[in-house]
């Protein structure tokens, strides 16, 4: 797998989490700073929901998927449906430094099996069918998202 491709989460995301507090405030939407790192964490694993339902026109898929191989970032203020199987109330109580542990615990696992299983491939709800390279492009283009959301990039 391409280093470039791997070093946001290898680098990057560890040093940025370290400026997340608790009572960090997002520059738009209503997560709170917990509230993300559990959605990512969830993210991170989601490729192992074993999800069949597309969320778009499947005459959307391609441009959707080019997408992810751009510069562009996620738009602002997008709704995520709740039965999709993100809870953002999973392990709310556990501490801010604790979440933040398990989302790069929970990242090198993603990437750990995306660089194992080279030939894997899921259905992404937004994206449709992904394989390795476009589910590690998808998540760094999410986790820079939710990152920028709190004024960390």
């Known amino acids: 797998m391409e280093k470039e491709l791997t070093h946001f989460f290898d680098t990057t995301l560890t040093t940025t989490l370290a400026n997340l507090k608790e009572g960090s405030k997002s520059e738009w939407g209503t997560m709170t700073a917990k509230e993300m790192l559990i959605h990512l964490i969830q993210s991170s694993e989601m490729?192992?929901?074993?999800?069949?339902?597309l969320l778009i026109k499947e005459e959307y898929v391609e441009k959707a998927i080019a997408?992810?191989?751009?510069?562009?970032?996620i738009k602002k203020g997008l709704v995520v449906p709740k039965n999709i199987g993100f809870n953002f109330t999973d392990n709310i109580n556990e501490d801010i430094e604790e979440l933040k542990l398990e989302l790069i615990?929970?990242?090198?696992n993603m990437?750990?099996?995306?660089?194992?299983?080279?030939?894997?491939?899921?259905?992404?709800?937004?994206?449709?069918?992904?394989?390795?390279k476009q589910w590690i492009l998808?998540?760094?283009?999410h986790y820079l998202h939710h990152l920028s959301q709190f004024g960390l990039l």
């Open 111 to 132: 990437l750990a099996f995306l660089i194992e299983n080279s030939d894997f491939k899921a259905i992404h709800p937004y994206f449709g069918e992904l394989d390795t």
């Open 105 to 108: 615990h929970s990242s090198d």
């Open 47 to 53: 490729m192992h929901f074993g999800n069949n339902t």
């Open 138 to 141: 998808f998540q760094r283009k």
């Open 67 to 73: 997408f992810l191989y751009t510069e562009k970032a």
